[in-house]
């Protein structure tokens, strides 16, 4: 063949290729792999074929962007991630769009649950530009890694402009980019920095009021969160509110407090079928959610339902727990134990799908008493999402709703159970959302903590059970060989996140058991941790090694997870007062004092601290029972969800400081204890309530 007819070939296969819809251009030709086929993360697998030349961050990557004078692009996202699927469509699996990437860029994808430093890190980039955050994340970066650019879903036409002119600009001004980056990395580094005050400041009630205040502005208090087109479930700031209202007597507090549950629980945010909360709600009803479904989510969940329900006993929130506990079961655990990080909101390439019902589906699979099972999930004719499915939704007043209907409990429970089961089945026939199977240490831990205080709420074992099983599998590690991921045969990183979420874990278990295996694990965690993380002249833990990021990362601020620092103050704070150990209550002194002004200013988005400066401005009590029935009385105490109050016991005698030369053989003494000061025992637990009091 000579080389005109190869010449006319190629052009004549181009030529049909171009006349192809951009979809089958760009995915259906497209079979080899980039560097992302070598890695286990289910995101960055979901990459693996796209035309663009994909890189893991790592060193190499950065040395080759700095060898060729290329800009990188750093994209982060998550598996489950439903705009992160529609960006990879349009843009990640196009042809031109990958040759511009490959051609003038080094494109880096990292899951940000694998790697939540660089997302924190880039994340504040994107605040500091006074761009919205979220996912996905796509910065542009010089070589070094500086951002220049970010934001979030770009459409293809919108990624392509974004780039071409990045490109042409740092070809032709280079300086200028350069010199955007060097101020946006200072301004980096001072917001991810802490600032030690000169003076150590008093704290006081008005730095809560102050935060209040300004907090209660915000609160939608018809249908519970916060004023908005889209509500987020933000378990921390409830369940600190939970403790400030009580302790308080705010009734205004909990009447928010209770209507935000109360909304969440029967709305669409909730699955009324399988169990579970999704990610947030897309409308200000909880009615529309967005559907993917998040470990740490859950996990919190069912930690504020447990508490909430010892407060306001209302039997909705433990059929919450109870459905939240039989989903992550059912759908979220692993093979060889542990629980996965998230469900796809995606199903068959379409959002929700694995969840909605058109109403075909559900008046041919109920047969009868449609009536009844229409008022009862809230099905309206003209009430279609996207003018085609049914959301599920379940009435606040289960009360009124039996008896305006003639239902007994009796018969409304069988009715239910009929219901849901045969929803379920018919739903499992569709298949399953896509799984990550990603086992996350911090996340884990923090079902450890949600399953632990299930146990103390409802006395129900199985709670238990679950949590010290889940406990010894994600602690089976030496503190030295701690992972935030663990991969057969892989080392991963560690974040201060990981070990003071396993050390609360620990002492969430030692509360719940009396065990003080737990109590030690917690103090030995927490030990290595600041060897390791703790900086000393900032009295604060950096997020992780530093070695790879901008600036050090200090994260006092609450966002889907908990604040590394806040929590740290917290388990510092108890095992101080358990153990009598003065170097963790110092710590946990420390870190209030760097923090009295994110507190005062924006209690909502640091409620971490918030719990801890309760600890410090209300009363706070150990209640150490020893004796033959120290374990009953305090599984008694822990039901009751007394904030403020720190519940020990033990059968035997214990070298621990609140139980020494306080045991009488025979007897089943409680001390009520303040400031290492503790009452004369009394004998029974009334007694101890009103001494509380």
Same mark, same amino acid.
Request: net charge negative.
């Given at each position: 063949?000579?080389?005109?007819?190869?010449?006319?070939?190629?052009?004549?296969?181009?030529?049909?290729?171009?006349?192809?819809?951009?979809?089958?251009?760009?995915?259906?030709?497209?079979?080899?792999?980039?560097?992302?086929?070598?890695?286990?993360?289910?995101?960055?697998?979901?990459?693996?074929?796209?035309?663009?030349?994909?890189?893991?961050?790592?060193?190499?990557?950065?040395?080759?962007?700095?060898?060729?004078?290329?800009?990188?692009?750093?994209?982060?996202?998550?598996?489950?991630?439903?705009?992160?699927?529609?960006?990879?469509?349009?843009?990640?699996?196009?042809?031109?769009?990958?040759?511009?990437?490959?051609?003038?860029?080094?494109?880096?994808?990292?899951?940000?649950?694998?790697?939540?430093?660089?997302?924190?890190?880039?994340?504040?980039?994107?605040?500091?530009?006074?761009?919205?955050?979220?996912?996905?994340?796509?910065?542009?970066?010089?070589?070094?890694?500086?951002?220049?650019?970010?934001?979030?879903?770009?459409?293809?036409?919108?990624?392509?402009?974004?780039?071409?002119?990045?490109?042409?600009?740092?070809?032709?001004?280079?300086?200028?980019?350069?010199?955007?980056?060097?101020?946006?990395?200072?301004?980096?580094?001072?917001?991810?920095?802490?600032?030690?005050?000169?003076?150590?400041?008093?704290?006081?009630?008005?730095?809560?009021?102050?935060?209040?205040?300004?907090?209660?502005?915000?609160? &939608?208090? !018809?249908?519970? $969160?916060?004023? #908005?087109?889209?509500?987020?479930?933000? %378990?921390?700031? *409830?369940?600190? +509110?939970? @403790?400030?209202?009580?302790?308080?007597?705010?009734?205004?507090?909990?009447?928010?407090?209770?209507?935000?549950?109360?909304?969440?629980?029967?709305?669409?945010?909730?699955?009324?079928?399988?169990?579970?909360?999704?990610?947030?709600?897309?409308?200000?009803?909880?009615?529309?959610?967005?559907?993917?479904?998040?470990?740490?989510?859950?996990?919190?969940?069912?930690?504020?339902?447990?508490?909430?329900?010892?407060?306001?006993?209302?039997?909705?929130?433990?059929?919450?727990?109870?459905?939240?506990?039989?989903?992550?079961?059912?759908?979220?655990?692993?093979?060889?134990?542990?629980?996965?990080?998230?469900? &796809?909101? !995606?199903?068959? $390439?379409?959002? #929700?799908?694995?969840?909605?019902?058109? %109403?075909?589906? *559900?008046?041919? +699979?109920? @047969?009868?008493?449609?009536?009844?099972?229409?008022?009862?999930?809230?099905?309206?004719?003209?009430?279609?999402?996207?003018?085609?499915?049914?959301?599920?939704?379940?009435?606040?007043?289960?009360?009124?709703?039996?008896?305006?209907?003639?239902?007994?409990?009796?018969?409304?429970?069988?009715?239910?159970?009929?219901?849901?089961?045969?929803?379920?089945?018919?739903?499992?026939?569709?298949?399953?959302?896509?799984?990550?199977?990603?086992?996350?240490?911090?996340?884990?831990?923090?079902?450890?903590?949600?399953?632990?205080?299930?146990?103390?709420?409802?006395?129900?074992?199985?709670?238990?059970?679950?949590?010290?099983?889940?406990?010894?599998?994600?602690?089976?590690?030496?503190?030295?060989?701690?992972?935030?991921?663990?991969?057969?045969?892989?080392?991963?990183?560690?974040?201060?996140?990981?070990?003071?979420?396993?050390?609360?874990?620990?002492?969430?278990?030692?509360?719940?058991?009396?065990?003080?295996?737990?109590?030690?694990?917690?103090?030995?965690?927490?030990?290595?941790?600041?060897?390791?993380?703790?900086?000393?002249?900032?009295?604060?833990?950096?997020?992780?090694?530093?070695?790879?990021?901008?600036?050090?990362?200090?994260?006092?601020?609450?966002?889907?997870?908990?604040?590394?620092?806040?929590?740290?103050?917290?388990?510092?704070?108890?095992?101080?007062?358990?153990?009598?150990?003065?170097?963790?209550?110092?710590?946990?002194?420390?870190?209030?004092?760097?923090?009295?002004?994110?507190?005062?200013?924006?209690?909502?988005?640091?409620?971490?601290?918030?719990?801890?400066?309760?600890?410090?401005?209300?009363?706070?009590?150990?209640?150490?029972?020893?004796?033959?029935?120290?374990?009953?009385?305090?599984?008694?105490?822990?039901?009751?969800?007394?904030?403020?109050?720190?519940?020990?016991?033990?059968?035997?005698?214990?070298?621990?400081?609140?139980?020494?030369?306080?045991?009488?053989?025979?007897?089943?003494?409680?001390?009520?204890?303040?400031?290492?000061?503790?009452?004369?025992?009394?004998?029974?637990?009334?007694?101890?309530?009103?001494?509380?009091?």
């Amino acid at each position: 063949m000579n080389e005109m007819t190869k010449s006319l070939k190629v052009l004549l296969v181009l030529l049909a290729l171009l006349s192809w819809p951009e979809s089958l251009r760009s995915q259906d030709l497209y079979t080899q792999t980039n560097e992302l086929s070598t890695q286990s993360s289910p995101y960055l697998l979901q990459h693996a074929k796209n035309p663009v030349a994909w890189k893991i961050w790592n060193n190499k990557a950065l040395k080759k962007a700095k060898d060729l004078d290329r800009l990188l692009v750093i994209s982060v996202g998550y598996a489950s991630c439903h705009w992160c699927h529609v960006m990879e469509e349009e843009s990640f699996e196009d042809l031109a769009a990958a040759d511009l990437m490959n051609g003038s860029f080094i494109n880096i994808k990292v899951d940000r649950e694998e790697r939540p430093d660089l997302d924190q890190t880039y994340m504040a980039a994107l605040s500091l530009m006074g761009k919205q955050t979220g996912w996905p994340l796509n910065i542009v970066a010089l070589p070094d890694g500086t951002p220049i650019y970010g934001g979030t879903y770009h459409s293809k036409t919108q990624w392509m402009a974004v780039l071409k002119q990045l490109k042409d600009l740092y070809h032709s001004q280079p300086e200028k980019l350069r010199s955007f980056g060097a101020d946006l990395k200072n301004g980096i580094v001072a917001a991810l920095s802490v600032q030690v005050p000169e003076e150590a400041a008093q704290l006081g009630v008005s730095d809560i009021a102050n935060g209040m205040a300004e907090w209660q502005k915000k609160w &939608d208090l !018809d249908w519970g $969160g916060l004023k #908005g087109d889209q509500k987020f479930m933000r %378990p921390n700031s *409830l369940d600190f +509110l939970l @403790s400030y209202g009580q302790l308080s007597k705010d009734s205004l507090v909990l009447s928010y407090v209770e209507t935000t549950l109360d909304k969440m629980a029967s709305g669409g945010i909730f699955d009324q079928i399988g169990g579970g909360f999704y990610r947030y709600s897309t409308d200000p009803y909880w009615k529309v959610p967005h559907f993917e479904k998040m470990l740490y989510d859950n996990a919190q969940l069912i930690q504020l339902y447990s508490k909430a329900f010892k407060f306001f006993k209302k039997e909705p929130y433990k059929e919450v727990v109870a459905q939240t506990y039989d989903f992550l079961e059912r759908e979220m655990k692993l093979p060889k134990g542990g629980y996965a990080a998230a469900l &796809d909101a !995606d199903f068959n $390439g379409e959002e #929700g799908l694995f969840y909605v019902w058109t %109403p075909q589906e *559900l008046k041919a +699979l109920i @047969s009868g008493r449609w009536e009844l099972f229409s008022a009862y999930y809230g099905l309206l004719e003209n009430d279609l999402w996207e003018d085609r499915y049914w959301i599920l939704k379940a009435p606040e007043d289960t009360a009124l709703f039996k008896a305006t209907h003639g239902l007994t409990q009796e018969s409304f429970e069988a009715l239910q159970s009929e219901w849901k089961q045969l929803l379920l089945r018919a739903r499992n026939e569709r298949g399953a959302p896509l799984r990550d199977h990603k086992l996350i240490t911090s996340w884990n831990a923090l079902l450890v903590s949600g399953y632990a205080e299930a146990y103390n709420a409802f006395g129900d074992s199985r709670y238990l059970k679950a949590a010290t099983q889940l406990y010894e599998l994600i602690s089976a590690q030496a503190p030295e060989e701690l992972r935030h991921i663990y991969k057969a045969g892989e080392a991963t990183p560690v974040f201060t996140q990981d070990y003071v979420l396993l050390s609360q874990a620990a002492l969430a278990l030692y509360f719940s058991t009396n065990n003080s295996f737990y109590l030690d694990a917690a103090e030995n965690n927490m030990t290595y941790l600041n060897s390791r993380f703790y900086h000393a002249e900032k009295s604060a833990y950096a997020f992780g090694d530093t070695a790879e990021l901008m600036a050090p990362l200090y994260v006092f601020s609450d966002g889907v997870m908990p604040s590394d620092n806040g929590v740290a103050a917290q388990v510092n704070f108890l095992i101080g007062h358990i153990k009598f150990n003065s170097e963790a209550t110092k710590k946990a002194a420390q870190t209030m004092q760097n923090a009295q002004a994110f507190v005062s200013s924006d209690l909502e988005n640091y409620t971490q601290l918030g719990q801890v400066y309760l600890y410090e401005l209300y009363p706070y009590f150990e209640l150490a029972i020893l004796g033959p029935q120290a374990f009953d009385f305090a599984k008694k105490i822990n039901q009751l969800g007394l904030p403020n109050v720190l519940v020990v016991g033990s059968q035997t005698p214990s070298e621990l400081p609140l139980f020494q030369d306080r045991f009488y053989a025979g007897e089943t003494l409680l001390y009520v204890c303040k400031d290492y000061s503790c009452k004369l025992p009394v004998s029974t637990v009334s007694e101890a309530l009103e001494q509380l009091q």
